[in-house]
């Protein structure tokens, strides 16, 4: 009896110390992809914003202003490997309501790198755009490296940097900065008067737009906590700027990044369940019965030789 339950000991002990590997390395990597059926709003908020309406052909200048986007899931569209996303942006004064920009964008990106995956019919206002990078968050297991991150607005992946460790709220991220130079997006035309040029009539300026982007990334889920964008656009003639369309920094909210540290913490309570508790648990447990079950065994070995 007592060598029955030795050995079953020792079964089960092995078959623990098997199944904590499979769980770390095989039944995680399984489980560490982005959901199909996401939904999610989150706010950017700027103060002393600076931007210029087409309603009163003016300069507003120290307006409040709200970007809330709006990202949602096509489960339809999804299959195991490719999750994809649809994003709509509205970008407004708070005060007066007056709708500054809205973009509305489509694409794939892969479940596990979070990269974009040619596919879905990706598009930017209605228009097929191939996305590349990075582009609504970073890989699981995020590195302490530099990747691409793709801009909606020159419709270009660009490198974004890694800058260090930071601490939100209790959460650990890495920090990682894009810094993108005056690029021309497109041209406008502009009353001269409007642009402090001398003449009557309209002058066609270039359209300039450059941003200095900080993304707060929590490295395990790839899922950024905080976001904060130094952005300008302004119209140019002849190389110089002559009128201001946007000027001002966004920076997510306080609900949004409290949000975003809540539901990143409930991934991670289930991801490090599974890395690392259960692993730690069934490797214990095994060694435990292994040892449990060879101990008599031995015992009995060296009886059975006495007699």
């Known amino acids: 009896m007592r060598r029955t339950v030795a050995l079953v000991c020792i079964a089960v002990g092995v078959f623990s110390i098997a199944l904590a590997p499979m769980l770390r390395y095989w039944v995680a990597d399984a489980v560490m992809k982005t959901p199909m059926d996401y939904y999610d709003k989150k706010v950017n908020r700027g103060e002393n914003v600076t931007y210029f309406s087409i309603e009163d052909v003016e300069l507003v200048e120290g307006a409040t202003v709200e970007a809330i986007t709006t990202l949602r899931g096509d489960v339809a569209a999804s299959d195991e490997e490719t999750v994809v996303w649809k994003q709509f942006t509205w970008v407004a004064d708070v005060d007066t309501g007056y709708g500054i920009q809205s973009t509305v964008r489509k694409t794939g990106h892969d479940r596990v790198s979070g990269e974009a995956v040619d596919c879905c019919d990706a598009s930017i206002e209605g228009e097929t755009v191939r996305h590349e990078g990075q582009v609504f968050k970073w890989p699981f297991l995020t590195e302490k490296e530099n990747y691409e991150f793709f801009d909606t607005t020159i419709q270009e992946a660009r490198p974004i940097r890694f800058d260090g460790e930071e601490t939100i709220d209790g959460m650990e991220t890495y920090r990682f900065v894009q810094e993108i130079e005056p690029t021309k997006i497109g041209e406008r035309d502009l009353p001269r008067d409007v642009a402090g040029l001398n003449g009557e009539g309209d002058v066609t300026a270039d359209e300039m737009y450059s941003?200095?982007?900080?993304?707060?990334?929590?490295?395990?889920?790839?899922?950024?906590?905080?976001?904060?964008?130094?952005?300008?656009?302004?119209?140019?003639?002849?190389?110089?700027?002559?009128?201001?369309?946007?000027?001002?920094?966004?920076?997510?909210?306080?609900?949004?990044?409290?949000?975003?540290?809540?539901?990143?913490?409930?991934?991670?309570?289930?991801?490090?369940?599974?890395?690392?508790?259960?692993?730690?648990?069934?490797?214990?447990?095994?060694?435990g019965l292994v040892g449990v079950g060879v101990v008599p065994l031995a015992v009995a070995g060296r009886g059975t030789r006495a007699h």
């Not at 130094?230 to 700027?241: C, I, K, P, S």
């Not at 949004?256 to 409930?266: W, Y």
Request: aromatic share 6%; glycine share 6%; no cysteine.
């Open 211 to 287: 941003v200095t982007r900080t993304y707060w990334i929590e490295p395990t889920t790839g899922i950024p906590i905080d976001l904060s964008e130094e952005q300008h656009r302004a119209g140019h003639v002849d190389g110089e700027e002559v009128l201001t369309f946007f000027e001002g920094d966004m920076d997510w909210t306080d609900e949004t990044v409290e949000s975003n540290i809540e539901s990143t913490e409930d991934s991670l309570a289930s991801l490090n369940l599974i890395r690392t508790v259960v692993p730690v648990v069934l490797l214990i447990l095994g060694v």
